[in-house]
């Protein structure tokens, strides 16, 4: 097996860079178990960081326990449908994130006024 021909034929086709590729590659061919990384556990934490948040902030942005957002990025649990479709529009539109935190202010903001009535 040609790792660095399949290497390159891999970027290529993702057209980027892909810095620990080949050693995976070298990993497969040698049969060495490695680390199984899921399509929404790489969502999740790109979507993280993508919006320059941390777990407890990211939790609380989409209303979820800080331990299932981590459970989601060490891939012990997959999140569900919903989680997936707004991680995808986060994903390719941050600025709804403001438009989140803009909901939670202003839920917020009834809750205090309701307490003072």
Known sequence: MDIEKIALAIEVDAGESLPDLRQSLLEMQNQVMG??????QLLVVSVRKQ????QQGFAELIKTPVATLRDWEQGRFKPNGVVVCLLNILSKHPEIANELTAIKSSAQSEEVFTAQI
């Open 51 to 54: 919006l320059k948040l941390t």
């Open 35 to 40: 680390r199984i990384t899921t399509p929404e």
